[in-house]
């Protein structure tokens, strides 16, 4: 079947002006260039040039989903509330969740991930250890009715996503089957040709390895994330640990109280002293489970309470209000010292032992100089929890850290038995015992990445697809009249039998210079334009990303597409 | 890469006993066969062997579809209210349309069918008469609250479906494009292997060929059609139309009236004169837009009240009650004949001119013989109003016709330009004067496609697929050892280096009198045994659909397969 397809009937309005609602780059371009075109707020339909991208990325998907044994599946998207209602969903997603009723009165959802079903399914096929590892993955739209749906496809409310789960008996198992996860994330990404790092997305409780993101840094991106310039090391913010340097034995002075009027921030304080803020020592108060809990950081810092939460969870983490301090007049309010309180002391790990602080005296326009980590106060318990800057050092070589913005384009996640669990999924395992099963979880937003693409690789000029998710292989230009089109249709057709994908401009009454600019905006990777020496057989390849251009008779160009 | 699927790594759970709800066969053996597993009330998932006969489906129509010069799209499933009620669908479906809210409260419903947002888009992209004709397809997730899914995939509330639309400037475009999937979809179904019938969905002011389907001939199929065993004629019941025989010009006696006490049924009078009921006409009144009309048939035919609605659409038509004979007189319950009616009288085209019948005599108790069309009465309208029974004359060559259930499997229609009209779809055309669209749209149950094959393929013993669409070429089985095993899994390499699609049923510790069943269960059409005589390197190839066997060389078997 010929892979020539003609503009002239193909559906695709460029348009010269950017969207007036369009924020990001990948957001104006691929509405610009006919790829998509929005129905509802975060609802988008995909266009044939969109739908051609879309599908490319899903065929990566599914030969290295398959490459590791996992099977194609396709679940329902309209689901039943009691499974989400046992796993505690039906409420936990809140706003997030689109739900309804049938003709009935049945309740509904739209499925935003698919761990009970699948456990469900698998309980159903599944009875004996020999029935598993499996793995099992769709393709398939997904819903999340976002608070804000914005940049075009980037963060839409309905979407395309690679979902895959895998059981297993054993912990090895599951590591084992995450691991292949894993490498075949890292092959996708790199066949689709996108820039990507991998991430740790939690610290803590859950163990480094037990989940983490693929991050495409793009400016457009809503996460931030570190990247060390000096090695491999990339973290999400929340998951940056901080290793407290040594601190060398030094002679520090008595605890010494300065009259410090009127100072009760870090800033007057600072320069009340005529000090760096870095010298003084931030106690922020706050309610962890109710309780008034103290947390020391270095003064030019500030503390990430997302962090805090997640490491001190299922305590609750509050701040405190004016209320709490009624009645304690041991808590003075902006002249809060470790130094005697009585109230548990979280510090940073910058806070080490054996440093010394100007920090709060406890008596109202009064602080001290001197307060000395373990001679004058004890941390009862150190956490990373100061917001990550640049230059904070790397914790793997010590290199200063660089802040990135990225869009989060695959999460890979070890659940264990938490679904298992809720559903009672057992095999009969090798010694005739039911053993409970463990699971992971596995996600590509395809559609996301075809924005994160777009942002990737796009220039002034427009799109400028990486080869294998582009639209077409060659971007055919007939610049001219009669002799140009049938020249640009006869080589199209020449490309499409050694199997390129082409696509041809060979539109009667446009410009070259329209062609041009579609071509560019379109950004198919090669664009060949058959112009003024096309009676010498003579045509010109070009390069999009680097605008290379090279005057070639048509057998040689025919021969470098195709090499 | 392999296309070997073993079978010990395949989540693919076979069951001996059918389904406690299932009724239709489709439903029973898929289930059984490990294709597909139900989530909710007519909503399925679709398991490893069943998704791969969907995109088999799926593949082939894409091919037919792009051969015609569609372009493939994919628009979203949610849908903002406006432009459904703008069209009049978001009422006119009732309680067939899932209806949702959004976190704000606005508006939502799953597409059923896409009309409205294919309009809008070509709205927004074509502007000129050169933008046209343009046809557009998606395969995408549709859903319809039915009151009673049933029948396992043949009717879900959630199902695939290839909907596409053209839309033209002319209506002689219209019917290129029309006429362009018309012949598709018999490529389509052709190359899929189902057996099917094209036939006339409308009869009456659409005209006959602005609407067709295409049915599946098979006993669970919830349509009824007529099919003419002599001729190539077929019709949705509703659409057959009756060419009344001339009536030999014959002398009828005078109308005489006949005492016929307690005779107000067809039933009770031709028991009481002892003549056949089709001797006699039937006068049923009902009110067409409130206007009691008469509408006469053979007394042993039924009106279909279905078609006469569609006749005589828009009126409404409803059936009269007691108190629409209050103060009329004239109209004589029971005893209603035509000669003398002072109401408008409808009738059947058997009620030819010339033709003479036993009637009412509009009195009580009394009839009246030798009523003669044209001579004691005139009909207003002659309408095909009566229900189709087996053995009617077909209108094209008079044979007797036949009455079998099936499947609708695709429905072409010419829509015109109601949508269009609805949103002022126009583009400039060639005199420089805006033009109306006229549009056509099409549709194909992908997932119902899989069950109406499963019915007409399917026996005994299970399963039975035509090549094109079987989720694999040749299913090996290792009946056996170690031996049989190593010899099974070598085949199968050397099947799939070959090209072909492989399923190895190589399970340890299963029977092969278990493999033999879950082989026929599992419906592939080629079978290879790896038996008794796999030491000689001889094989068995059985033929799923015909049961014929022989033992062949591997070498004889694999060149026999790929031939």
Redesign the interface.
């Known amino acids: ?1 010929s892979q020539v397809q003609r503009m ?6 460029t348009l010269r002006d950017d969207p007036a609602d369009a924020e990001t780059l990948s957001h104006k371009l691929l509405v610009r260039a ?1 790829y998509v ?1 929005r ?2 707020a975060g ?6 040039l ?2 051609k991208v ?1 599908d490319n990325i899903s065929r990566v998907v599914r ?1 290295e989903m ?2 590791i ?1 996992a ?10 509330r009691e499974p989400y209602e046992a796993s505690g969903r039906w409420n936990e997603y809140g ?1 997030l969740l ?3 009723k ?2 009935k009165g049945a309740d ?1 959802l ?1 499925g935003p991930t698919h761990e009970e ?1 699948f456990t ?3 309980k ?4 004996s250890y ?2 598993l590892p ?1 793995m ?1 993955y769709q393709i398939q ?1 997904k ?1 999340r ?1 976002e ?1 804000r749906p914005r940049s075009g496809v980037l963060r839409g ?2 979407f395309q996503m690679k979902d895959s789960y895998s059981f297993d008996t054993t912990d090895e198992g599951l590591a084992e089957s995450y691991a292949l996860h894993r490498a075949a994330y890292q092959k996708i990404f790199a066949r689709i040709g996108l820039d990507f790092r991998i991430v740790s997305a939690v610290s803590g409780a859950m163990g480094g390895s037990a989940s983490e993101e693929f991050l495409a840094p793009a400016g457009a991106g809503e996460d931030t994330f570190v990247d060390c310039p000096s090695c491999d090391y990339a973290a999400n913010t929340e998951a940056v640990t901080f290793v407290a340097p040594a601190v060398p034995v030094t002679e520090h002075g008595p605890v010494e109280e300065l009259d410090t009027p009127d100072t009760p921030t870090i800033e007057t304080l600072a320069a009340h002293l005529g000090v760096e803020a870095s010298a003084t020592l931030k106690n922020l108060l706050v309610k962890v489970d109710g309780e008034i809990t103290a947390v020391g950081v270095p003064g030019d810092r500030e503390v990430d309470l997302g962090k805090l939460g997640e490491h001190l969870a299922p305590a609750v983490v509050e701040l405190v209000t004016a209320d709490d301090f009624a009645g304690r007049p041991d808590l003075v309010r902006g002249y809060v010292g470790p130094q005697g309180l009585k109230i548990r002391y979280i510090a940073d790990p910058r806070v080490a032992a054996g440093t010394a602080w100007i920090t709060g005296a406890n008596k109202p326009g009064t602080h001290a100089r001197n307060v000395v980590v373990g001679r004058d106060f004890e941390v009862d318990e150190y956490l990373d929890v100061v917001v990550v800057e640049p230059g904070d050092p790397c914790p793997a070589c010590g290199a200063g850290l660089k802040l990135d913005r990225a869009i989060e384009i695959g999460h890979i996640f070890q659940l264990g038995r938490k679904y298992a669990d809720t559903f009672q999924l057992d095999v009969l395992g090798q010694q005739g015992k039911p053993v409970r099963v463990t699971m992971g979880s596995y996600g590509i937003g395809v559609s996301r990445a075809v924005a994160a693409l777009a942002e990737q690789s796009a220039d002034e000029q427009g799109l400028c697809w990486p080869a294998e998710i582009a639209p077409a292989d060659v971007h055919v230009v007939a610049a001219g009249k009669a002799l140009q089109t049938e020249l640009a249709l006869d080589v199209s057709e020449q490309l499409a039998a050694a199997g390129l994908r082409v696509l041809v401009d060979e539109r009667p009454g446009v410009s070259p210079g329209v062609k041009f600019t579609d071509a560019e905006l379109i950004g198919v990777p090669k664009i060949l334009v058959a112009g003024r020496r096309s009676g010498e057989g003579v045509v010109e390849l070009k390069d999009r990303r680097t605008g290379e251009r090279e005057e070639l008779t048509v057998a040689e160009a025919i021969a470098r597409l195709t090499a």
């Open positions: 079947m002239s009937r193909l559906m695709v309005k006919g075109r129905t509802s609802i988008w339909s995909w266009l044939p969109g739908k879309l030969e398959d490459a044994g099977q194609e599946v396709l679940l329902p998207a309209l689901l039943p706003d689109f739900r309804l049938d003709r509904y739209l079903i469900q399914v698998v159903d096929q599944c009875t020999k029935d499996v099992l739209t819903y009715d608070a409310r309905e």
